[in-house]
């Protein structure tokens, strides 16, 4: 059995569409968290919202210090799209979900890219969260 060390801690997250990027820099795609690899094991890594997990995922793609999650690892029934929409340079349009968990709400706290750029490719069928939304390595 494998000694339980703890994963690599994500950078401070970056507003989504790039807002606080510095200007003329166009950030890297990350690694996914395959890539991010301790004693040969992935990182396992869950979206907490008013106490629940909404998404965990060994499987997670990085960028820009947000865990982007495979939408088949995040759980639907707290997810409602929201009429929000944001361009971002290289990723292409992002679209919004509001989570909702036991009557707390967070809009737009979630968002994906349906139809990334190609440079985006990675991100395709994933979510991203931020606000009031956890993201905690728990390995």
């Known amino acids: 059995m494998l000694p339980r060390l703890p994963c690599r801690r994500r950078s401070p997250r970056a507003l989504p569409g790039g807002k606080d990027w510095p200007a003329?820099?166009?950030?890297?795609?990350?690694?996914?968290?395959?890539?991010?690899r301790i004693e040969g094991r992935a990182?396992?890594?869950?979206?907490?919202?008013n106490g629940r997990v909404?998404?965990?995922?060994?499987?997670?793609?990085?960028?820009?210090?947000?865990?982007?999650?495979?939408?088949q690892a995040v759980s639907q029934q707290y997810l409602t799209a929201s009429r929000s929409k944001s361009l971002c340079p290289w990723k292409g349009i992002a679209s919004y979900y509001t989570v909702e968990v036991d009557g707390q709400r967070d809009r737009n706290a979630a968002?994906?890219?349906?139809h990334p750029f190609p440079l985006?490719?990675?991100?395709?069928?994933?979510?991203?969260?931020?606000g009031s939304v956890h993201i905690e390595d728990t390995d």
């Open 43 to 49: 990182c396992m890594v869950e979206a907490r919202f």
């Open 54 to 71: 909404i998404a965990r995922s060994r499987d997670t793609v990085l960028v820009e210090g947000n865990h982007y999650f495979p939408m």
């Open 111 to 114: 968002w994906t890219y349906r």
């Open 24 to 36: 003329g820099r166009v950030p890297r795609m990350g690694g996914s968290s395959t890539e991010r």
């Open 120 to 130: 985006a490719r990675k991100i395709k069928d994933h979510v991203a969260f931020w």
